[in-house]
């Protein structure tokens, strides 16, 4: 699928349970990262917690499991660090959260906290779930282990899961950042396309194109380290009775920044999310000429003008 489609800025994945939105890296430290790309991260992150409540933090500097052992194997890294796609992996739902609790460390609450959590959990389970998500503790009979004790928490639907309750909220709230995050993607389009007649024949025509999205098209500084996105093509196809005089038929003409660089302002470059390019042709009126540009992550758009 990624091969087969190009046009892709993000992606996010959906595991369980925490309540806090993850980015790369797992195995290096924030100064690894291209300034502006952990710039962007954070600003992206910023918008995810006003829309969904989590936070955001990196996985190697608050998600760890041991402080001297990285994690290995993340899409987050993967996908960032080999296209240079901004991606988060969010973990859905969290029952201590919701309860009120307040854990210093996401990961080493789960192996120590106070016994006063407990009781919050206890006392939200009681008041918003009916006391169901706790079964208590009663006798059973074992075929091989004999007389043993069951109960306790209902894991896959209180921990694990959100409970059926809470799934509206949390979907509604995960649904709008997702597509706040896709349509920060960078958009190809034609803001000017002018034919003007020299006389005998000669067209002076002159196309501008702007990246009206808000990332850059090549989307981050890692695809642009890592070569992987194509810089924007323009073709000008020519009817039978019409030549090229000065310009190319295909060229390549870079790529553009968007929005993006301009919210912190000493990154900004005035109108460097805009280019031109020009042609001089000679052709018969009523000839058709179509213009096209291609950007792989930022669309494709075309248009067509008669002499």
């Excluded at 800025?9 to 925490?18: A, K």
């Excluded at 006389?199 to 380290?225: C, D, M, R, W």
């Excluded at 920044?257 to 302002?265: A, D, M």
Aim: net charge negative; hydrophobic share 35%; proline share 4%.
């Amino acid at each position: 699928f990624w091969a087969n489609n190009t046009n892709i800025n993000g992606f996010v994945t959906y595991h369980t349970y925490s309540a806090v939105m993850l980015r790369p890296y797992s195995t290096h430290p924030d100064e690894y990262f291209p300034v502006e790309d952990l710039e962007m991260y954070k600003y992206i992150a910023d918008k995810g917690k006003a829309m969904t409540g989590y936070e955001c933090v990196s996985v190697y500097h608050g998600f760890r499991d041991h402080p001297k052992e990285v994690i290995n194997g993340a899409m987050d890294d993967y996908g960032y660090d080999h296209f240079g796609w901004y991606g988060f992996t969010v973990e859905l739902w969290d029952a201590p959260t919701q309860a009120a609790v307040k854990k210093d460390d996401y990961i080493q609450w789960f192996r120590w906290h106070p016994f006063e959590d407990e009781l919050k959990l206890q006392r939200w389970n009681d008041e918003n779930l009916a006391g169901k998500g706790f079964i208590n503790w009663q006798s059973f009979d074992h075929p091989q282990l004999g007389k043993v004790e069951i109960g306790g928490w209902d894991f896959k639907n209180v921990w694990q899961n959100a409970p059926e309750k809470y799934l509206p909220d949390l979907c509604e709230k995960q649904c709008q950042f997702t597509i706040a995050h896709a349509l920060m993607s960078p958009l190809l389009a034609i803001s000017r396309l002018d034919l003007k007649s020299e006389g005998n024949g000669i067209y002076h025509l002159v196309l501008q194109l702007e990246n009206q999205g808000f990332l850059p098209t090549y989307t981050s500084k890692k695809a642009l380290e890592r070569k992987i996105v194509r810089p924007i093509q323009v073709k000008l196809n020519l009817g039978d009775e019409v030549s090229l005089i000065v310009g190319k038929l295909e060229q390549e003409i870079g790529h553009l920044e968007g929005r993006s660089n301009k919210v912190y302002s000493s990154l900004a470059h005035g109108l460097d999310y805009r280019c031109t390019v020009e042609w001089v042709i000679k052709g018969v009126s009523g000839q058709e000429i179509e213009i096209i540009a291609i950007a792989e992550r930022a669309g494709t758009v075309r248009q067509k003008v008669i002499l």
